[in-house]
């Protein structure tokens, strides 16, 4: 029998053969990873719908494959099973016709008495590129196929993102709330016509041209920009830090970061500085919910790092950043920098972030005007240090390193003088950075 690619989810049409995790001849079960398929920022694993020996492998790396084409034949396999591209828990029961499905539990479905202000206000989850389905029980499955909901966009309040009842039950009523607004809204304005389609030039008769596809990855990001650009009202402010007695810190304490396997750096120092300026500045922690008007104080800190990886850029995120230590915020850079570089993140890893840094010290170049990765409020971005002559106090001239600061954020929640507060409050910290914070 033939296994073929189920169905990626959606917003996800195809995607590119990484790898391929099993050889002809070799016997595999039924959920077993046979190939990795790159979908937008993530590469996922593949399972086998059917268990037997590999006849034949039907695709290669770097094949652009779309659900229904044939993955790889094998014999000897029992009745296919229909597999999620993740979860084998999702998958669709086969039909039978004596033996009706499970009555579900009344007590589950029954609906909750809950306070107006209690549920979630938006039915969706913080990420459209949610692809594949998150881990649920049978019964939640089966119940949100009766009630035609998509679980990708409901948001699990488990562990691993796992959707309960209470999440089921909140996403309803977030439904029914964002009804009730939109009869009672105004009526938009009508659009100005479809937008117009794109053209392909033939750059061909003006020279030699080579041509590359667009990766999957590149198309994500391409997408995400442009809709960050064109929705958010985005400002940057800019200034200097003095990083002398930083870069003083490091030299001293590198050597011991080192015996622990975690890389003392700047971006971990800018990490630190970043948390405390943002727990006295709430506002660039937020986001705005767009549905509900309503701004998204978050009370964690879920620190995002622009990574330069050869697919492309990724942005994996740093949970609870404010209850890590220096070294243990230098430990998990060292760790999501090589799953980011080895293409090993999943889609989880890189969601839920609540600011980001963006640093291109490494790379050279001063000040940039960093892009805001919605639904975020604000990204710092960090340019290259470099020695220059400063006026001290007392009047004489010094040589310091400047460090050059690139907040952007979304003006629509932060006013210029803000923003300025920010800025200012951040640039001292890291000119005065505390060296208990540095100590092991």
Not at 105 to 128: D, K, L, Y
Not at 288 to 315: C, F, M, P, R, S
Request: one cysteine or more.
């Amino acid at each position: 029998m033939d296994i073929k690619l189920p169905n990626l989810g959606e917003g996800a049409e195809s995607g590119v053969v990484v790898s391929i995790l099993v050889n002809v001849g070799d016997e595999i079960s039924e959920g077993q990873n046979i190939i990795e398929l790159e979908t937008g920022k993530a590469v996922a694993s593949i399972p086998a719908s059917a268990g037997g020996k590999v006849e034949s492998i039907r695709v290669k790396v770097g094949d652009k494959i779309t659900p229904g084409m044939v993955i790889l034949t094998v014999s000897g396999a029992g009745a296919p099973a229909t597999v999620s591209a993740v979860a084998p828990a999702a998958a669709k029961p086969r039909a039978t016709a004596a033996r009706p499905a499970a009555p579900v539990p009344a007590e589950e479905v029954a609906p909750v008495e809950e306070e107006e202000g209690e549920a979630e206000a938006t039915p969706t989850v913080e990420s459209t590129e949610q692809y594949f389905t998150p881990p649920a029980s049978p019964t939640i499955r089966k119940l949100a196929r009766e009630l035609g909901i998509d679980l990708r966009r409901v948001k699990g309040s488990q562990h691993g993102g796992r959707i309960v009842m209470e999440d089921l039950r909140r996403y309803i009523q977030g439904l029914i709330r964002a009804a009730e607004k939109g009869r009672s809204a105004p009526a938009a304005p009508a659009a100005a016509g479809p937008a117009a389609a794109p053209v392909s030039i033939d750059f061909a008769q003006w020279g030699p041209v080579t041509r590359a596809p667009f990766s999957p990855l590149r198309q994500v990001l391409s997408r995400r920009l442009v809709e960050s650009v064109n929705t958010l009202p985005q400002v940057t402010q800019f200034d200097e830090a003095d990083i002398t007695g930083v870069l003083a810190l490091r030299q001293q304490y590198a050597a011991a970061y080192e015996a622990k396997g975690a890389r003392l750096t700047l971006t971990g120092f800018a990490m630190m500085a970043l948390v405390a300026v943002l727990k006295k500045h709430p506002i660039f922690n937020s986001s705005l919910d767009e549905a509900t008007q309503e701004i998204v104080y978050k009370n964690y800190y879920h620190i995002g790092i622009a990574v330069d990886t050869e697919a492309g850029l990724l942005v994996p995120v740093i949970r609870d950043a404010d209850r890590k230590s220096l070294l243990e915020l230098s430990l998990a850079l060292v760790e999501v920098a090589n799953k980011a570089r080895e293409r090993k993140l999943a889609p989880a890893d890189m969601q839920g972030g609540t600011c980001t840094i963006s640093n291109q010290g490494p790379l050279g170049g001063g000040h940039f005007t960093p892009i805001v990765n919605k639904p975020e409020c604000a990204i710092l971005g960090l340019g290259r240090g470099a020695l220059k002559p400063v006026v001290q106090p007392e009047g004489s001239l010094a040589p310091r390193t400047l460090l050059p600061l690139a907040l952007s954020y979304d003006h629509r929640l932060v006013d210029g003088a803000q923003a300025a507060r920010f800025i200012t409050e951040l640039r001292a910290l890291l000119e005065n950075f505390p060296a208990d914070w540095v100590k092991i």
